[in-house]
């Protein structure tokens, strides 16, 4: 059958992945994980990155990717749904049963990990998948992968970029449409499906969180919390893209904003762009730990509980690596980070603000661009 369609990673970097594996000392890794596997080989194992038949079968029918120290790739997935694609992995291993994914992934370490192999995997590697390693390569040395592909990801390619910043304008375009859906007495449950839909009409492929509040209850949990008269309106949405997983957040206030949180919120703002705006590469994540102290304290403003992170880096996961105060941990080109905090006023309310930036060789470019104001609702 011809190939009606070549579906490969958006981001996987050969060499890349292969210097990072051979600084740590691997010889080749086992990947399980969706992110991972979806990263390496371009087999759309997300639930938002295409069919979501693949990720929903997972169990019956799993999904693994072998890598080795020169970068190269063998996919094993179901057979049946390679029929007429092709991916971006050097080799495929097709199977149509749990059972037979198994002897093909036991047969494969057999031969391809001798005694003394440096094999990595994932710290969420599944029981069965460590029972065939421990039978097939029982030799082998195991090592936590998770650290070489938690930092390669961190780089995005241009793809990469182009699906988060597809994200934010999704996010931007249905947040928007929510502000005029608002209004005193509504709830919580009907706005959550609101975006939950719009989200999707407006081209998302899947939703990495609704994390909605009328100032009262858990945003974490979807309660039906009615919005009250002069209660502050929080709207952090996370589009998914091709996989990729954007986020921001806005306000409004049902009923006229008290001045307070209005000052409060432009200060908020002028702190996150000034982090953002210091974020060139080769800064550390100390630093602008830092200064994010330093402009808090400019403006006479506490930092909301103990500031833990100045915000953090985004991908295939919402929250791929903290930047906390970590002194060799540095911006670097390529990356696509969220920088986020906040501040308590003395009405109650929780207020801070998100913006999306992209860093490029000489800094940092700001794509989130809806504005940052308090929308009133009448």
């Keep these: 059958m011809p190939s009606i369609n070549q579906f490969l990673s958006p981001g996987y970097d050969r060499a890349r992945v292969a210097a990072a594996m051979q600084a740590a000392g691997l010889d080749a890794a086992l990947l399980t994980s969706p992110e991972n596997v979806y990263y390496t080989t371009g087999y759309t194992t997300l639930p938002s990155a295409g069919n979501p038949i693949l990720h ?39 199977f149509n049963t749990y059972a037979e994914a198994l002897q093909l992934l036991g047969a494969f370490l057999e031969n391809n990990v001798p005694p003394g192999t440096r094999l990595g995997l994932e710290s969420v590697c599944p029981r069965f998948a460590l029972s065939i390693v421990d039978k097939n390569a029982g030799g082998a040395t195991l090592v936590d992968v998770d650290p070489v592909l938690d930092e390669v990801r961190l780089i995005k390619s241009p793809a990469e970029i182009a699906y988060l910043k597809r994200g934010v304008e999704i ?107 210091a974020m060139k590469p080769g800064v550390s994540y100390g630093e602008l730990w830092d200064l994010a102290l330093d402009l808090f304290a400019e403006r006479r403003l506490e930092p909301a509980g103990i500031i833990n992170k100045t915000g953090h880096n985004i991908g295939l996961e919402t929250e791929e690596r903290w930047l906390d105060n970590d002194r060799n941990a540095f911006v670097r080109e390529g990356m696509v980070i969220n920088i986020e905090m906040y501040t308590h006023v003395t009405t109650g309310s929780h207020i801070g603000d998100e913006e999306t930036y992209i860093i490029g060789k000489n800094g940092s470019t700001r794509v989130s661009n809806l504005p940052r104001i308090i929308r009133q609702i009448s």
């Design 171 to 277: 996010i931007e375009q249905t947040c928007e449409e929510l502000y005029g859906l608002l209004r005193i007495g509504m709830g919580r449950n009907e706005l959550t499906r609101e975006a939950k839909w719009r989200l999707m009409k407006n081209g998302a492929e899947g939703i990495s969180h609704l994390t909605f509040c009328f100032d009262q209850a858990n945003p974490e949990f979807d309660i039906d919390e009615r919005l009250d008269p002069d209660h502050l309106v929080t709207l952090d949405l996370g589009a998914i893209y091709k996989g990729y997983c954007s986020d921001n957040r806005r306000y409004a206030y049902a009923g006229t904003p008290p001045g307070e949180l209005i000052e409060t919120y432009g200060k908020m703002v002028e702190i996150i762009d000034g982090v953002g705006e």
């Design 56 to 94: 929903m079968l997972r169990t019956r029918l799993p999904f693994f990717s072998f890598v080795t120290k020169d970068g190269h790739v063998t996919l094993f997935c179901w057979d049946f749904s390679t029929l007429g694609m092709e991916f971006g992995a050097d080799a495929v291993i097709g």
